[in-house]
C-alpha cells in the first residue's frame, strides 16, 4: 500500500491484496479519493494492531496461567505419589498404583 509517484501521472495511492495467492495491486486513485483512501487504511491498520495487542496480551495471560497450573499439577503429583508410597503402595511399570503383596 502506498502511494505512488509517476513522471506523467503524478501521484496516486494503491492497496496490495492477494487474489489466489498472488499479490496484486489495485489502483484507487490520486488527490482527495488518494488521500481518503490512504487515512481509512492507516485507521484499519490501527485498528489490526490494537486488536493485535489485545491478543498478545490475552495469550500472555493464559502462559502464566499455564505455568502456576503446571506447578499445581506437579505438586499434587508428587503429594500424592508420596502419600501412596508412605501406605505401602507401589507404581507397577509406571501404570496403576498396586499395594504390596504380603503386607
Same mark, same amino acid.
Given at each position: 500500500?502506498? &502511494? $505512488?509517484?509517476?513522471?506523467?501521472? !503524478?501521484? /496516486?495511492?494503491?492497496?496490495?491484496?492477494?487474489?489466489?495467492?498472488? +499479490? +496484486?495491486?489495485? /489502483? +484507487?486513485? !490520486?488527490?482527495?479519493?488518494g488521500e481518503l483512501a490512504?487515512?481509512?487504511?492507516?485507521?484499519?491498520r490501527a485498528e489490526r494492531? #490494537?486488536?493485535?495487542?489485545?491478543w498478545q496480551a490475552e495469550? $500472555?495471560?493464559?502462559?502464566?496461567?499455564? !505455568?502456576?497450573? @503446571?506447578?499445581?499439577? %506437579? @505438586? #499434587?503429583?508428587? %503429594? #500424592?505419589? @508420596? %502419600?501412596?508410597?508412605?501406605?505401602?503402595?507401589?507404581? *507397577? *511399570?509406571?501404570?496403576? &498404583?498396586?499395594?504390596? !503383596?504380603? $503386607?
Open positions: 500500500m502506498g &502511494w $505512488e509517484r509517476r513522471p506523467r501521472g !503524478g501521484s /496516486y495511492y494503491t492497496r496490495s491484496r492477494k487474489v489466489g495467492g498472488r +499479490v +496484486v495491486r489495485e /489502483y +484507487v486513485g !490520486g488527490g482527495l479519493i490512504a487515512a481509512q487504511d492507516a485507521e484499519a494492531e #490494537t486488536e493485535r495487542a489485545a495469550r $500472555e495471560r493464559y502462559a502464566a496461567l499455564d !505455568g502456576a497450573l @503446571a506447578n499445581l499439577d %506437579a @505438586a #499434587t503429583d508428587a %503429594a #500424592t505419589r @508420596a %502419600a501412596l508410597a508412605g501406605a505401602g503402595y507401589y507404581q *507397577h *511399570h509406571r501404570g496403576e &498404583w498396586r499395594r504390596r !503383596g504380603g $503386607e
